[in-house]
């Protein structure tokens, strides 16, 4: 398990943070890993029920997420549910500031225990909905989403909380597309796509958008 998680880590269009190191990623991820496989147990986190097929999905497509993301900002990650991306992604950007919304009261149990396990910093997990809190509009560098809604209404949803110039990355299935009159009217740019090529993920893309500062 260590090794898969270090060759994962060791991908070179993953840069870790010059304080990390592929071996201490692994170990913090392993962390990760025996909490989610105590509480999966309890409360469904995941349809896999092997750390293997964990690693080889969520964390796998959790790391895609950091080839545009920098290593210092804030990220806002919705729907954090068993923690992908954020996690991961905190993990190999450790001075990231990072808030985890998650609207169901266990999961959010879940993600405040494995921080506490991972002994994580500058990270927070928030239980609710992101339209309960309006201070968190317009204050991110990076959003983050998976499958949360429906991909135009996630885009809307994220696309409020970004700071001007900051970054949404949504994770949507692999052949969807946005009119550019509907990216203009949020006022985002698409930047890149990123395809997942590994086995069982090739359905799934994450894209990439700017904030456009005018």
């Keep these: 398990m260590k090794n898969r998680l270090i060759e994962l880590l060791s991908d070179d269009l993953i840069d870790l943070d010059l304080d990390t190191s ?32 964990v690693i080889n999905k969520h964390i796998y497509e959790s790391l895609q997420y950091a080839r545009v993301i920098s290593p210092t900002g804030s990220l806002v990650d919705i729907g954090s549910g ?16 990072i808030s985890l919304v998650e609207s169901q009261r266990k999961r959010a149990n879940f993600l405040k225990a494995a921080i506490r396990s991972i002994k994580l910093s500058k990270i927070q997990c928030v239980h609710g909905r992101v339209t309960d809190f309006p201070e968190l509009i317009k204050k991110y560098d990076f959003v983050t989403l998976r499958h949360v809604l429906e991909p135009h209404l996630s885009l809307q949803l994220g696309a409020g909380l970004l700071s001007l110039g900051g970054s949404l990355i949504l994770q949507t299935s692999f052949n969807h597309s946005f009119q550019l009159d509907f990216l203009d009217s949020l006022r985002l740019s698409p930047v890149n796509e990123i395809f997942f090529e590994r086995s069982g993920s090739s359905h799934s893309k994450i894209m990439f958008f700017k904030r456009n500062s005018s």
């Design 22 to 53: 592929p071996e201490l990623a692994a170990e913090q991820l392993i962390l990760y890993l025996m909490e989610w496989k105590r509480w999966n147990a309890k409360i469904n986190l995941t349809a896999e029920h092997d750390e293997l097929s």
């Design 82 to 97: 068993a923690g992908f991306p954020g996690i991961p992604v905190k993990i190999i950007r450790p001075k990231l500031e």
